[in-house]
């Protein structure tokens, strides 16, 4: 009996331990979280197609950091993806790392790592159908999901005008995600600095965006693309400190009925006004030199035991909502 026993115990910690190892890792990378950048090397730059620089040759490698080539610009070539991407076992997304600052959305239809085989067949190969899911988001000239700019008269500038990018990935236990440096950027008659900090957590769907600008910037925004027929929906937490603007319908690349539902959560204190801009639903910022912080969630219908439906969506939404009220975090 006392042998019985024991081997109870032992095949029990066996399971709790194989469980608990396919839980830290995303396929093979510590922690659940996943963030890259991949730059060309051993090629040159040429004249492209789109009368700017194009690169030629070489082969992708992963870097920790970067400072962004003066002739980077989108299309490229230089950068895997065109900028850094960070996931988790749900969701994938990347920026541009270019004049246009957007967010995008890879939609996963598999719990493991996806990044790394991204552009890796073909600069562009992601926006067909994968095994692993695809890009889902056009962005057009919006800043996507989360991207972030300053709306000037009416219209959102984007980073046109930098005089230096350099950008910081890490992997760590708890989070992924990459901090990014914008010197001097300019826009009309205005100039600052700005830092980016962006997470991406082990569970859910969300990422963070923390950011900073060295002088009072008045209209640094971000937002959520716009498409025709898909209705905003607006709702704030019962005490008022936390709201969230979202969308949800056949909003993606995939087809006419794919589902996918975009939101993105503020603290209620830091934001002047929402507003609806040419390309996008836009949260614009009150002017301020401490910082300030938001969520973007995007629910894609194909993610594996994800999100299916409108009700879902929002039903989510509104939980998380009142976990910011409690909590002031997701």
Known sequence: MKNFKYSILFASIAIFSCSKQNQSTIDGQKGLTYAEISVKEGGEWVDGKRGHKEYVGGNFKNVQELTLDPQHTDHSFDIRYEGPGWENQNVAFRLYLDWRNAVDIYGKKVKNSVLKEIGQDGFDSYHNPQPWGQDILKSGKALGIGGFGRLVNGTVAHF???????????????????????????????????????????????????????????????????????????????????????????????????????????????????????????????????????????????????????????????????????????
């Open 160 to 330: 046109n005008d930098v005089k230096d990018t350099h950008v910081k990935v890490n992997n760590g236990k708890k989070s992924s995600g990459y901090e990014i440096n914008y010197t001097e950027w300019k826009t009309e008659n205005h100039t600052t600095d700005v830092k980016a900090n962006v997470s991406i957590f082990p569970y859910d769907r969300f990422s963070k965006f923390e950011l900073k600008t060295s002088v009072n910037t008045n209209g640094l925004c971000t937002g959520i693309v716009k498409f025709k027929e898909i209705p905003l929906q607006q709702k704030k937490s019962e005490d008022g400190s936390w709201g969230y603007i979202a969308t949800y319908g056949a909003q993606t690349l995939v087809s006419k009925t794919d589902l996918l539902g975009m939101a993105i959560f503020y603290k209620t204190s830091e934001v002047e006004n929402i507003v609806d801009g040419q390309h996008d639903h836009l949260i614009v910022f009150k002017p301020t030199t401490k910082g300030i912080s938001y969520y973007i969630l995007a629910a894609w219908e194909q993610e594996p035991n994800g999100i299916k439906n409108e009700k879902e969506f929002y039903n989510d939404l509104n939980v998380k909502l009142t976990q910011l009220q409690k909590n002031n975090h997701l």
